[in-house]
Nanobody, 124 residues
């Protein structure tokens, strides 16, 4: 019973940076794992990064490891994705997602609450 709204997408050159934000409402953030997904045209939806309720535990897709950082501010009910060293292949619609906490790490398929998406376009 949560709603998620992403923001921060845009168009950048390869090597640049963007920070995505996702405001979560409708329930307390404390009890939820949060994550970022992305989907490019012609490709299936891909889990990008996930974060535990406290923010102490994080999982990343191999394709973004070392470049992206997921974080959360529970006091502000907000999830972030800092994206550095962006590549054209990072171009996609990015979605934030939530699921109730459980065992770590969560399966990507366990996330059932979704935002509307924010577009990220990386040119070279």
């Amino acid at each position: 019973q949560v709603q998620l709204v992403e923001s921060g997408g845009g168009s950048v050159q390869a090597g640049g940076s963007l920070r995505l934000s996702c405001v979560v409402s409708g329930d307390t953030v404390r009890g939820y794992y949060l994550a970022w997904f992305r989907q490019a045209p012609g490709k299936e939806r891909e889990g990008v990064a996930a974060i535990s309720t406290s923010g102490a535990l994080r999982n990343y897709a191999d394709s973004v490891k070392g470049r992206f950082t997921i974080s959360r501010d529970n006091a502000k009910n907000t999830l972030f994705l800092q994206m550095n060293s962006l590549k054209p292949e990072d171009t996609a619609m990015y979605y934030c997602a939530a699921r109730r906490s459980g065992s770590w790490p969560p399966s990507w398929t366990d996330f059932g609450y979704w935002g509307q998406g924010t577009q990220v376009t990386v040119s070279s």
